[in-house]
């Protein structure tokens, strides 16, 4: 079966950029999530789907957006890239509710220049 | 606001060699610790949910624990393949629909000698 699947793998954008990263989670899985870990440290949430309804936002700015569409897949966008927005963005899906077994893509890695 | 520490943020070990990890969590209410293993490029995977404490989950060389502030992952004679990062996580917020939203350690960084 196939797992989370997230595109681009590897990206590079210049600062003010925007950029669309793509999620695709495990059949059956009605909800996502995204988490961006900057290296060295623990995924840190920014955002959790679920039937399509945006259902929790972590603490990140305005910048950051993002949506679930029928078929479950989602789509994370960031506007006006930081330097400091250079991170791997993971996105989870997951089966059921009231768990925290996150099924994990291996991650978009963004570098801002 | 709540906290999760790991420690130590990196421990090398020679093979066969058994130790802890430690992730202490300061939360009100605790619904549930997770431990999720993590390679060098990869999402982070999961391994274990403990609920309650002096509970205790098991899978290969790896023995995870429950007290009410703290959880241990033991590693008994470890082996090369085990050479990973560990991340703990605990539920920050429920939105009362899908999964937690989880707040993660910064995991220890688990090296593995032959």
């Known amino acids: 079966d196939a797992g989370v699947t997230q595109s681009p793998t590897h990206l590079i954008k210049t600062r003010g950029q925007h950029v669309t990263l793509r999620c695709s989670p495990i059949?059956?899985?009605?909800?996502v999530s995204w988490y961006q870990q900057v290296l060295g440290q623990g995924p840190q949430f920014i955002f959790q789907y679920y039937e399509k309804e945006e259902r929790g936002r972590g603490n990140f700015p305005d910048r950051f957006s993002a949506r679930q569409f029928p078929n479950y897949s989602s789509e994370l966008n960031v506007n006006a890239l930081l330097l400091g927005d250079s991170a791997l963005y993971l996105c989870a899906s997951s089966l059921g509710r009231l768990t925290g077994e996150l099924f994990f893509g291996e991650g978009s890695r963004l570098t801002v220049l | 606001e709540d906290q999760v520490t790991q420690s130590p943020e990196a421990l090398r070990l020679q093979e066969g060699e058994s130790s802890s990890l430690n992730c202490s969590y300061t939360?009100?209410?605790?619904?549930?610790l997770f431990w999720y293993r993590q390679d060098p490029g990869k999402g982070p995977e999961f391994l274990f949910t403990?609920?309650?404490a002096g509970e205790e989950k098991e899978k290969e060389r790896l023995k995870a624990t429950l007290t009410k502030k703290e959880s241990f992952l033991h590693i008994t004679a470890p082996k090369p393949e085990d050479s990973a990062t560990y991340l703990c996580?605990?539920?920050?917020?429920?939105?009362?629909?899908?999964?937690?939203?989880?707040?993660f350690g910064k995991g220890t960084k688990l090296s593995v000698i032959p």
């Open positions: 403990l609920y309650s």
């Open positions: 059949s059956g899985h009605k909800s």
């Open positions: 939360v009100s209410g605790l619904r549930g």
């Open positions: 996580a605990v539920p920050d917020a429920y939105s009362g629909a899908g999964s937690y939203q989880l707040t």
